[in-house]
Nanobody, 123 residues
């Protein structure tokens, strides 16, 4: 069974850091694109970062560039999102997702999703 399980969310203060993990099971990271998305209450799901598991190319949304870093550990079948200098605008449920092919930032392009992990940032 194909699964993505996120972890690492929590409550932090503005300026703090968190590292989210996305553990994949039932398939290998080597042939897909992985993306991190977030959705705040009342807002659409937003593409945060994505990564090509075949060549390592990475992409970031403008609002997180320079603060967030996506990385993979193929041996552990896990993708990480290191989030630094968090601010209240980053507060959302964060999801990881998978698609076949090149990484994109469109949520509709991804067909396998995790259950999400909540990130809360207090000011």
């Amino acid at each position: 069974q194909v699964r993505l399980v996120e972890s690492g969310g929590g409550l932090v203060q503005a300026g703090d850091s968190l590292r989210l993990s996305c553990a994949a099971s039932g398939w290998s990271l080597g042939f897909y694109a992985l993306g991190w998305f977030r959705q705040a209450p009342g807002k659409e799901r937003e593409g945060v970062s994505c990564l090509s598991t075949s060549d390592g190319r990475t992409f970031y949304g403008d609002s997180v560039k320079g603060r967030f870093t996506i990385a993979r550990d193929n041996a552990k079948n896990t993708v990480f999102l290191q989030m630094n200098n968090l601010n209240p605008e980053d507060m959302a449920v964060y999801y990881c997702a998978r698609r076949v092919g090149a990484p994109t930032r469109g949520a509709s392009d991804y067909n396998t999703w995790g259950q999400g992990t909540l990130v809360t940032v207090s000011s």
